[in-house]
């Protein structure tokens, strides 16, 4: 089940969301201080491609630098990429069958938002982080 809703997310919203975070990835690693973000930004792009079977859980391991890590990326790129979660999932919510994926836009509003000291793991091990 999960395959075949992360192959319609990927042609209604996956596609163009990936796009999005691979831009502003490619923008925040133009300077040595935001390479860290880009990466995140990477990271975050391949989840949002492919996200059902995955979950973001919290690392016990970040610390101060990720919250003002979080805070940079929320004024540089955070708010940009929740407005398309936030678009894309009140229009695929429109249509009964769009609602699953509309849901999953919405789970990945926070992880859009304050994404370091998160890590992207399979949804049977969600206590694999470090």
Not at 2 to 18: A, C, E, H, R, Y
Not at 103 to 122: D, R, T, Y
Request: hydrophobic residues 60%.
């Amino acid at each position: 089940m999960k395959t075949l809703l992360n192959l319609i997310w990927l042609v209604f919203s996956g596609f163009w969301l990936f796009l999005g975070y691979m831009a502003a990835g490619l923008l925040l690693c133009i300077t040595i201080i935001g390479i860290p973000f880009g990466i995140a930004a990477f990271r975050i792009g391949l989840y949002a491609l492919w996200p059902f079977g995955h979950t973001v859980v919290d690392r016990r391991d970040a610390g101060a630098a990720s919250c003002l890590g979080n805070v940079l990326w929320l004024v540089l790129a955070g708010w940009w990429l929740a407005i398309g979660h936030i678009a894309t999932g009140i229009v695929l919510c429109v249509t009964i069958i769009g609602i699953p994926l509309g849901i999953a836009n919405f789970k990945l509003i926070p992880v859009s938002l304050l994404p370091l000291g998160k890590e992207i793991v399979p949804a049977d091990q969600p206590f694999a982080a470090r």
